[in-house]
T-cell receptor, first 113, second 113 residues
Framework: SQQGEEDPQALSIQEGENATMNCSYK?????LQWYRQNSGRGLVHLILIRSNEREKHSGRLRVTLDTSKKSSSLLITASRAADTASYFCAPEPFNNAGNMLTFGGGTRLMVKP | DVKVTQSSRYLVKRTGEKVFLECVQD?????MFWYRQDPGLGLRLIYFSYDVKMKEKGDIPEGYSVSREKKERFSLILESASTNQTSMYLC????????????FGDGTRLSIL
């Protein structure tokens, strides 16, 4: 498995602003997934983008994938205080022995009301 | 919806005790995982299982063991708890079809005194 590196490590914005988080990885992937973790809770799956997709939307979430740069971004539009959480990316390589995902340190997002 | 249930949200134990953390999933998933999460270190994989009675070491298996006697249940065992095992423990499950998300429990915050 391989680990994604999220950037920035922390982000603080005002309610209503957009939040952009980035993820970089090293080897070819089958898909890349984004997860959210509220404080003291487990991770919740947000969105999966396949290697042959460039952009995907889900409500206020927009994910892009650039396989040539080995990077992905998660955009949250019109942020709300409830979006305050840590966000993790998980790139899934081809031939993922063990079928496991590896997670980095995440991006801590704070949305101020 | 997939549900992954961890037996305790909070647990306090003493040094040297044998500690059992239980995890149950209701989606007939083949793969189950145990992670620990510490500030600044992200999620680290302890053990995983891809079938009943099968187990594989993750990145940090020392001091832990696991048991998978039934497909829906994956137990993490701290043979002799130590203070450096104070952490947040997260269980997850995943099906084997391509492009599946990983589903997490709510976590167990374990304190070893």
């Amino acid at each position: 498995s391989q680990q994604g590196e999220e950037d920035p490590q922390a982000l603080s914005i005002q309610e209503g602003e957009n939040a952009t988080m980035n993820c970089s990885y090293k080897t070819s992937i089958n898909n890349l997934q984004w997860y959210r973790q509220n404080s003291g809770r487990g991770l919740v799956h947000l969105i999966l983008i396949r290697s042959n997709e460039r952009e995907k939307h889900s409500g206020r979430l927009r994910v892009t994938l650039d396989t040539s740069k080995k990077s992905s971004s998660l955009l949250i539009t019109a942020s709300r205080a409830a979006d305050t959480a840590s966000y993790f990316c998980a790139p899934e390589p081809f031939n993922n022995a063990g079928n496991m995902l590896t997670f980095g340190g995440g991006t801590r997002l704070m949305v101020k009301p | 919806d997939v549900k992954v249930t961890q037996s305790s949200r909070y647990l306090v134990k003493r040094t040297g005790e044998k500690v059992f953390l239980e995890c149950v999933q209701d989606m007939d998933h083949e793969n189950m995982f145990w992670y620990r999460q510490d500030p600044g270190l992200g999620l680290r994989l302890i053990y995983f299982s891809y079938d009943v009675k099968m187990k594989e070491k993750g990145d940090i298996p020392e001091g832990y063991s696991v048991s998978r006697e039934k497909k829906e249940r994956f137990s993490l065992i701290l043979e002799s708890a130590s203070t450096n095992q104070t952490s947040m423990y997260l269980c997850a499950s995943r099906g084997i079809r391509v492009n599946q998300p990983q589903h997490f429990g709510d976590g167990t915050r374990l304190s070893i005194l």
